[in-house]
């Protein structure tokens, strides 16, 4: 299997689009990775113990512990298993990292194993709201398809079973965060 390539003690590895495991070439494609800043559209790498650890903190250290030298398959088989357990990682991992292990998190959302998992949702928008308040920039390169999981958040919002009595209406939360993102790419577009 081409996960069991990866050790967490091996240096990252690079995957290039020919080597991309077939299981991933639904909505999630090489181009839209994104690492160390900038956009590449034909290798990445995994994020090291570094990318997820930026500040030794003890959220970034279990973000490591959970997601350390995962694959983007696997990283969505953890948040199929309990995405409210793991979806805390995506919040204090490093920048880069989280650029990385987003899109495991789009897939899942996508994926019909989502269908009734409120708890994504709901804690998928503190995570992107925390993410903007604090390194909005660090977002530009991924601002596309963040703005797309939100919109499809507001279009398929009835597949999540959100209960108003506990999570209120959270469609205004998405439909604010897809403009934000929406205008990150446009500025970005005209800088």
Known sequence: MYA??????????????????????????????????????????L???????????????SACEHFLGKTLQ?????????????????MFMGASAFRFYVQAAITYIQS??????????SCFASILEHRLEYEAEELRPVAD??????GYVIEHYSRFDLTPEI?????PRFQKLQQTFLRQRANEEAG
Not at 22 to 31: C, I, K, M, N
Not at 112 to 121: H, K, N, R, W
Request: glycine share 6%; with cysteine; net charge negative.
């Open 112 to 121: 019909e194993a989502a269908t009734g998992d409120s708890a994504i949702v």
């Open 145 to 150: 398809r963040l703005a797309a999981i939100c």
């Open 167 to 171: 999570y209120c209406d959270i469609r």
């Open 47 to 61: 994020p090291t113990r570094q990318d997820i650890n930026v500040h030794d903190s003890l959220d970034e250290r």
């Open 4 to 45: 069991q390539q990866f050790s967490r003690d091996e240096p990252p590895q690079r995957l290039s689009a020919q080597r991309w495991p077939r299981s991933l070439d639904g909505p999630v494609h090489a181009q839209d990775f994104v690492l160390g800043g900038g956009r590449s559209k034909c290798a990445m790498t």
């Open 74 to 90: 696997e990283a969505e088989a953890l948040l199929r298993e309990n995405s409210l357990y793991y979806q805390e990682d995506l």
